[in-house]
């Protein structure tokens, strides 16, 4: 969907709006609910907001290596839920891709917006199924299949499952602030295996790696005083994963921060707020839209410290025309003593407005 279709949705949006009836209360997130899977791979449209987000390395034929990133989002705009018009737009879906080349210098990107409904655009219940046109991510027998036709590029990529999946948090229920509230539930499954093919302008090229793969859902804000977060999903190369973020608040300190790291043995540690670290080593200034990014970091995550490096600087990617933000997610190396320690994603929040979800 281009910018005008968008604008278009949103003013149908804030029609419902006006002459809407007040809705049900969103469903929140309680502790002790016990996550099940295959359901909990499905869409959960009584709360607020969701996704399902995957990133990944691969290499192509040549050995050139390649960052990949597909995001779905489902929003519950809460407008007209008791209006029986199939028009009312009762559910929203939002899509990202991007690819990363450092040959190229550059991420390109592509993006979608639609309401849900009449076959074009849904997300299903009880399984990973979520499409728009021709952009889908669904769930197959033994992973996840995902199939894209971007303006500059496509994606026809199998994600094949081979670790059990990683309950964020407390067994699933993910903290993100200082009050009880501020939580989502959370999984992850890390070290997929990529299969397939990527098109770059008629070039259809063969790939191979490495991906990870977040669905989250929720229904509350950022707290008051958040501006956004810094946030890592990295497939260590001892076949262990690590994820780590923190809330930033609006002066840059830390609102609070979390995250989990699975042994390559299968223990799982879940790290408290004082146990992870970002420390800016180098910044970066898009030359867009003068935001700033700190491209390179120290992390602490428990007792493992390293550093990121950025595959490519300019990884910044312009969803104002979908999700209405600007932000860095970009494809990193972390090494320590200049030894490979993973390879992943990092994503910056909150850099070029405060972020409102």
Known sequence: MNMRAVSQLLMICFAWLCGAAAAQDYAQVQPGYELQFPRDHGSHPQFRTEWWYLTGWVKDARGQDLGIQITFFRNRPRLAE???????????????????????????????????GFGLAEAQVGRADVAMDDW??????????ASIAAREFSYALEFKVTQPVLLQGGRGLSRKGPLPAQASYYYSQPQLAVSGSITVKGEKREVSGTAWLDHEWSSEYLAAEAAGWDWIGLNLADGGALMAFRMRDKQGGTLWAGGSLRAADGRLRVLAPGEVR???????????????????LRVQAGDMHFELEPMMDDQELDSRASTGTIYWEGAVRAKSGGRLLGQGYLELTGYWRPLRL
Do not use: C, I, M
């Open 82 to 116: 008791d209006n029986p018009s199939r028009f009312a737009p009762r559910q929203l879906l939002f899509a990202h891709a991007a690819l990363a080349d450092a040959k190229a210098g550059k991420l390109l990107h592509d993006q979608r917006g639609a309401r849900a």
């Open 136 to 145: 889908s991510l669904r769930q197959t027998a033994d992973g996840y299949s």
């Open 278 to 296: 970002f420390e800016p080593l180098r910044r970066w200034r898009s030359p867009r839209t003068q935001a700033e990014y700190p491209v390179a």
